[in-house]
């Protein structure tokens, strides 16, 4: 098995004293020494909702009551942990003004509303005129897409501060988002009190119920080339907490009555995927993503959910006794099998306490929210292939890469056209066992296949974030509409963001894109990985279908031939 330390040495990078961790989903859910409620003490609360056009909201410094005993200092939105939801109609403009009154050793900030067709301008990139300590800016969201409204989804809003967002974010600068609109008023699922947004995250807290600041982002700047890596750079930067909160609090519970209910749920943790289930085995009842509604409801005993990934969930407590418990847990993948880290939390998130008078059950119509027209007009054959990886940065040090390099606000690597439709390639071919989870700014994504098989329950219908297990490739198409200008490609794993998992795009009038000079899409992928990422396509056209169990083989170049995708993990050729 190749260790992480090999394969960075391999690529020329120095290691120094890190320990090997592989923390993500070996991590159980441990107290820590800070005052942590025993599990489900505390109940369930549902953040404040700003529903108006104008909706102004301050980052500040905030004692917030996470925990038992003293309050945690967090950077919040308007004093709160999650910030406020924002509801609104989809088509109605709606004007954010964020003032930052933060101090400022915080540094600049950007707010980004993640899933929002929002101009470039107003995208709140990590470089998008960020806002200044004592500053503010205004952010305008027209909520309107390909001449309509747009569709009805959960979005959420999130600092996007260049090498900074995985410790902002942390600190608490994130809020859900809601758009709603008449086609899904229509099919009257549960709503008001049967209705629960649930953002999911995880911390770690001191002592005192502090959080800890495990972040290394601003020194990672000043190393120079190939200096000593350990933990906290890349690939061992995987920050995750071991308190698991939602809606701000650890372990809550929340009453319901024994009917449907819906669980809109967002993971907006840093770095971990949940892979959730009922106590009790029942399914779930899936009718949308983070892009809206699915076009057809699915039933899911388990729903995994990576970082910034949402989903639409319906749930039947109306065959559920009066009196019993029912709890929102986080448990290993069945479909794991022996692919490494690519696990989820092991975590209890939320008991339902079921009781009072038996209610209506979930009725939902077979048939919910058509995919757009466009989606006919996409070809299955990659245009871009974009190849998510680990090697250096300009400087020389560890970084982890799309298409073999690391992010620079300064270069575009895409030019797609206002108004055409694209396929890409989003393809792992990452030489350590680790997953990510994609995230395309501006519009979203039919999922045209993974591994070279049509898309599993819960990805077949619109998407912006994608998950990537090793050496999988997923296949998804879009059209670009409505606004020119640069947007975000990266992994929404904070800490690979923040250490150059990140690219950008740059929409362009029509006839000015730079897909006609790009005959093999494979020539954006540069040196070895090339030979990788061409093996993993020419797998997934081999023998498409699941993927079967990571093996790492010793060698330059890929695992086993004849080896699926999905079964392969990128090795750096050997010096
Ligand atoms: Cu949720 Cu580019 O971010
Ligand atoms: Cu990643």
């Given at each position: 098995m190749l260790t992480r330390r090999r394969v960075l040495r391999d690529a020329g990078i120095v290691v120094a004293?890190?320990?090997?961790?592989?923390r993500l989903g070996s991590f159980l859910t441990a107290e820590a020494a800070a005052s942590v409620p025993p599990r489900y003490t505390l109940p369930l609360q549902i953040p404040e909702v700003l529903t108006g056009a104008d909706i102004s909201l301050t980052a500040q410094l905030a004692d917030v009551q996470v925990l038992n005993g003293p309050t945690t200092s967090m950077w919040t939105f308007n004093g709160s942990f999650p910030g406020p939801t924002i509801r609104r109609p989809a088509g109605q403009e709606t004007r954010v003004t964020i003032a930052h009154a933060l101090p400022a050793s915080a540094g600049t900030l950007t707010i980004h509303n993640h899933g929002g067709h929002t101009p470039s301008i107003d995208d709140?990139?990590?470089?998008?005129?960020p806002i200044a300590p004592g500053g503010s800016r205004l952010y305008t969201y027209p909520l309107t897409e390909d001449g309509g409204p747009e569709r009805a989804a959960m979005q959420w809003y999130h600092d996007h501060t260049h090498h900074r967002t995985g410790r902002n974010v942390w600190m608490g600068l994130a809020g859900m988002l809601i758009i709603d609109d008449e086609f899904e008023a229509?099919?009257?699922?549960?709503?008001?009190?049967?209705e629960l947004p649930l953002l999911l995250t995880d911390r770690r807290f001191d002592q005192n119920n502090q959080l800890v600041d495990p972040f290394t982002a601003p020194d990672r700047e000043s190393l120079g080339p190939h200096e000593a890596v350990g933990q906290g750079f890349p690939p061992f930067d995987e920050n995750v907490g071991n308190v698991f909160l939602v809606n701000g609090r650890p372990w809550p519970y929340v009453e319901v009555e024994p009917r449907a209910y819906r669980l809109r749920v967002l993971n907006a943790s840093g770095f971990r995927p949940y892979n959730l289930v009922l106590s009790n085995g029942a399914k779930f009842t899936q009718v949308g993503t983070e892009a809206g509604l699915l076009p057809a409801p699915v039933e899911r005993a388990e729903v995994l959910l990576g970082t910034a990934e949402r989903a639409d969930l319906l749930v039947d407590f109306s065959g559920v006794a009066p009196g019993s418990k029912v709890a929102l847990q986080s448990r290993a993948?069945?479909?794991?099998?022996?692919?490494?880290?690519?696990g989820a939390a092991l975590a209890d998130l939320l008991e339902f306490r079921v009781q009072g008078t038996p209610g209506a059950g979930i009725s939902v119509p077979a048939a919910l929210r058509p995919l757009p027209?466009?989606?006919?007009?996409?070809?299955?054959?990659?245009d871009r292939i974009w190849a998510f990886g680990l090697g250096t940065d300009d400087a020389g040090r560890a970084a982890w890469t799309v298409n073999g390099r690391a992010f620079d606000h300064e270069r575009v690597d895409a030019r797609p056209e206002i108004g055409s439709v694209e396929t890409w390639a989003l393809v792992n071919s990452t030489p350590v066992a680790t997953s990510h989870f994609i995230h395309i700014h501006d519009v979203d994504w039919v999922v045209l296949s993974r591994n070279g098989a049509p898309p599993p329950p819960g990805e077949q219908g619109l998407k912006e974030t994608f998950r990537l297990d090793p050496g999988e490739v997923i296949v998804i198409g879009a059209k670009f509409t409505d606004h020119t200008g640069p947007y975000m490609l990266h992994c929404h794993m904070l800490d690979h963001e923040d250490h150059g998992m990140m690219t950008q795009f740059l929409v362009v009038d029509?006839?000015?894109?730079?897909l006609p000079a790009l005959p093999d899409p494979l020539a954006a992928v540069s040196g070895p990985e090339r030979t990788c990422v061409a093996g993993i396509l020419a797998a997934t056209r081999r023998r498409p279908g699941r993927p079967a169990a990571v093996r790492n083989s010793p060698g330059a170049g890929l695992a086993a031939p004849g080896a699926a995708a999905g079964s392969l993990i990128c090795h750096l050729p050997t010096s």
């Open positions: 004293g890190a320990a090997l961790s592989t709140g990139g990590p470089v998008q005129d229509a099919l009257n699922l549960p709503s008001g009190a049967y993948r069945s479909d794991a099998g022996d692919r490494p880290h690519t027209d466009w989606a006919d007009e996409l070809s299955p054959v990659p029509e006839g000015e894109g730079d």
